[in-house]
């Protein structure tokens, strides 16, 4: 049984940080690709941040590199997602996923190629 533990989200005034964690279980941890997604009310789930197997690599969409930053810790398998100069339209429930294809070269973007996710953070930025 895969599991995965968010935590970190909360309240934070716009131009504020949070750090959010996701723990995962049941799986050997540094062998799988892990992103992260969000999730704003009305939106559909959006690709966030991701850290290649073994944490060789990591990826962040184009509009939000600068800001956020996604870091790894196989030790203690888990993963990060530093978000810094937060917005109110950063505003989102946030999630981490394990890739269901291992050592996968690259990453992939897509929701559906996420085989188990996290119960999700809530993240609100009050202008």
């Known amino acids: 049984q895969v599991q995965l533990v968010e935590s970190g989200g909360g309240l934070v005034q716009a131009g504020g940080s949070l750090r959010l964690s996701c723990t995962a279980s049941?799986?050997?941890?540094?062998?799988?690709?892990i992103a992260w997604f969000r999730q704003a009310p009305g939106k559909e789930r959006e690709f966030v941040a991701a850290?290649?197997?073994?944490?060789?690599?990591?990826y962040s969409t184009n509009s939000l590199k600068g800001r956020f930053t996604i870091s790894g810790d196989n030790a203690k398998k888990t993963v990060y997602l530093q978000m810094n100069s937060l917005q109110p339209e950063d505003t989102a429930v946030y999630y981490c996923?394990?890739?269901?294809?291992?050592?996968?070269?690259?990453?992939?973007?897509?929701?559906?190629?996420?085989?188990?996710w996290g119960q999700g953070t809530q993240v609100t930025v009050s202008s």
């Open positions: 049941g799986r050997t941890f540094s062998s799988y690709n």
């Open positions: 850290i290649t197997w073994g944490g060789g690599t990591t």
């Open positions: 996923a394990t890739d269901r294809t291992p050592y996968r070269s690259g990453v992939i973007s897509a929701p559906a190629q996420y085989d188990y």
